[in-house]
């Protein structure tokens, strides 16, 4: 944690009068802005920013051997690259933990919640199936890393089309009409930090370094009722009962509103 | 001459739409974007910061470390992540290009590093970096004496081409590749070349045709890369 205990202390005393220092609430989202197809070697791609944060992500599809045990599904593979360029924090090499964990909990998100219809991935029944990769870079961290990569991951593979095929032969760079099977499950995620006895939302990377603990949480709703596809609890301190109980319950509040808020930018495209 | 008209409809001397911008990574100490056409490539500076291991410091002077990489979905067939033999390669060379306009001999024992990522690909991406790496030098306030600029030049079925695309690197005549695709850096006022790779086939005459059209084309990129940095707030 590279934060002076005095910072810590001033973001504390904010928080006290539920205040932050770029002005908003606990719970506030900065704005979110959604830049579609920004990669066009990939079948579906997407640029997002909230705030200063930055994240791109890209599907590429191929088609290959399904599992034994899956033989119609198609196949999900979810990687981020946590790039230097991204934060003086990050350093060239094989994958940090921090990359790990990322990029598992956006997968569990997505394949939870049957956002992708995987049975409609299969080309030739137990021989071959699509498969998705799905790769995340941030660009520039400046907080909330797993819940801008989550948004930008969903809008990517919104946008995605499958490419022609010919035999067990994909056609790069030739698209069908066909876009990639997903249903309206669509998964989000929210992180939420806990500073001191505040909970925040979409921190700041000096936010993040104040905050003692965190608890992410994938929410999709099916059929009009919301539900959690993915947890996990990062961080240093526990959660008491009674705190995971008052998260979850923020979660689904907020879980509306930045269904909304992406939804909105999404129908702008 | 067999290539008489080229595949996007450009002149011969013609490189496609540039657009470059400054400081778009907040976090970096200096960042730029910069594409031609289809190609983009994005680049952020670090530094000068404290190096370790400690032996690999120079006591004399600060040294750069460049890591060039393409983001795995910017180009047609998916690239694994992380860097490969191609990728390493580049990162030298572009390293060597931009080498001989920086000077930290001020800041001794640091490191400065320059990373490039390739977004979208469609050729000539090492050159796109390059532009991008020279901006982003300059926004991070690195001294130096000059800027850099590339481009890449081919010589496509007899014809030189400026700025190369995808169709004309694979540009074949009767099933033989008849392309030579050379990427090219000046050192923007002194008028010197910093990077110089080819692969191909071309006689001697026409790789000096090909330099003067680089030295042409590179002129265009200093003044874009002036605008962009002179609008950096």
């Not at chain 2, 931009?98 to 930290?104: R, T, V, W």
């Not at chain 2, 200093?222 to 707030?233: D, F």
Request: some cysteine; glycine content about 6%; proline content about 5%.
């Amino acid at each position: 944690m590279e934060i002076s205990e005095l910072t810590k202390r001033r973001i504390l005393d904010y928080l006290e009068k539920g205040k932050r220092f770029d002005g908003r609430s606990p719970l506030e989202y900065r704005d979110i802005s959604i830049e579609l197809d920004y990669s066009k070697n990939a079948e579906g791609s997407a640029r997002v920013k909230v705030g200063d944060t930055e994240v791109v992500a890209g599907v590429k599809l191929s088609v290959g051997k399904p599992y034994t045990d899956s033989p119609n599904s198609g196949v999900l593979v979810t990687t981020t690259e946590l790039s230097p360029m991204a934060s003086e924090r990050f350093e060239p090499g094989p994958p940090a933990i921090f990359s790990v964990e990322l990029a598992r909990i956006v997968d569990r998100g997505i394949r939870e919640s049957g956002f992708i219809d995987f049975e409609k991935l299969s080309v030739k029944e137990g021989e071959l199936v699509w498969m998705i990769n799905l790769d995340i870079y941030p660009i520039n961290d400046g907080g909330n890393l797993i819940d801008v990569s989550a948004i930008a991951a969903v809008a990517a593979l919104s946008e995605a089309v499958l490419p022609k095929l010919e035999g067990d032969k994909v056609l790069f760079g030739e698209l069908t009409t066909k876009k990639l099977p997903l249903t309206d499950k669509m998964p989000l995620s929210l992180t939420f930090y806990k500073i001191g006895k505040h909970f925040v939302l979409d921190p700041t990377t000096e936010e993040e370094d104040a905050s003692e603990a965190r608890l992410t949480l994938a929410i999709s709703t099916d059929k009009k009722e919301d539900f959690i596809n993915a947890l996990q609890k990062g961080g240093e301190d526990p959660f008491t009962i009674e705190e995971t109980n008052t998260i979850i319950d923020n979660a689904f509040k907020m879980h509306k509103k930045l269904k909304e808020l992406f939804n909105k930018e999404m129908k702008k495209k | 001459m067999t290539y008489t008209k080229r595949f996007d409809g450009r002149k011969f001397d013609e490189m496609r739409e540039i657009e470059a911008k400054v400081g778009v990574i907040p976090r970096a100490d200096g960042s730029a974007y910069f594409a031609f056409g289809d190609t983009k490539a994005i680049a952020a500076v670090y530094g000068p910061r404290p190096l370790h291991p400690v032996f690999l410091q120079n006591p004399e002077k600060g040294i750069i470390r460049v890591y060039y990489d393409m983001l795995s979905f910017s180009v047609n067939e998916r690239k694994k992540p992380g860097p490969a033999r191609r990728s390493m390669e580049i990162s030298y060379v572009t390293k060597k290009a931009l080498e001989p306009i920086i000077n930290l001999s001020a800041f001794p024992n640091t490191v400065t590093d320059v990373f490039i990522n390739v977004i979208q690909a469609n050729a000539s991406t090492r050159c796109a970096g390059i532009n991008a790496a020279s901006m982003a030098l300059a926004q991070a306030g690195i001294p130096m004496t000059d800027l850099v600029g590339a481009v890449s030049v081919g010589f496509v079925g007899g014809a030189i081409a400026t700025d190369v695309i995808k169709e004309e690197e694979d540009y074949e005549e009767d099933g033989e590749k008849m392309v030579s695709d050379i990427a090219m850096a000046f050192l923007l006022r002194s008028q010197k070349l910093s990077l110089l790779q080819l692969d191909g086939k071309i006689d001697s005459e026409n790789l000096k045709k090909a330099i003067e059209a680089a030295k042409k084309a590179c002129a265009k990129i200093y003044e874009v890369q002036k605008k962009a940095l002179k609008e950096t707030k």
